[in-house]
């Protein structure tokens, strides 16, 4: 395939090979993202813009690299516009803390309904306590289902 120039509209085959994704993941993309809206031309062919292939570039990176759900990338669209998301880059998430069972510690907030899905989802640790009451109840779920 030759170069293009960088102003060159691209075919769904290109975008995807230089993305990384399978074509249909783009079309898809199109019906979550109202955003993305290729040119379409005879036989619903679809030519993606340059601006197009970048802001497919950043909803990749947030689901992919960052852990956005769909609804957080929705999110981050909704609030900052096409060329927002491609301009400003992820900001740093920092590692959520371990879980604790100890009463001096008070109990952790639930983030507020709309920040739920705009946050990527961060592996949590647990404590032994914890796993060892739940290795509990298996064991007498178990024995009770033995019984029956």
Do not use: C
């Not at 102003?7 to 230089?18: C, K, L, N, Q």
């Not at 060329?83 to 907030?109: D, H, R």
């Not at 920040?115 to 009451?133: C, G, H, K, M, N």
Request: aromatic share 6%; no cysteine.
């Amino acid at each position: 395939m030759a170069d293009k120039s960088a102003d060159a509209f691209r075919t769904i085959s290109e975008v995807a090979e230089t993305i990384g994704v399978p074509q249909h993941v783009l079309r898809f993309w199109e019906t979550r993202f109202p955003a993305v809206k290729p040119l379409k031309r005879g036989g619903n062919r679809r030519y993606y813009r340059p601006e197009d292939v970048e802001l497919l570039r950043a909803i990749n990176r947030l689901l992919y690299t960052d852990g956005y759900t769909i609804k957080g990338v929705q999110k981050l669209l909704k609030d900052k516009g096409p060329k927002g998301l491609i301009a400003e880059p992820t900001p740093a998430i920092p590692a959520s803390p371990a879980v604790t069972t100890s009463p001096e510690s008070p109990p952790a907030e639930s983030p507020p309904p709309g920040e739920l899905f705009a946050r990527p989802v961060q592996p949590t640790a647990v404590d032994a306590a914890f796993v060892t009451s739940l290795r509990a109840i298996r064991e007498r779920l178990a024995g009770a289902l033995a019984q029956a």
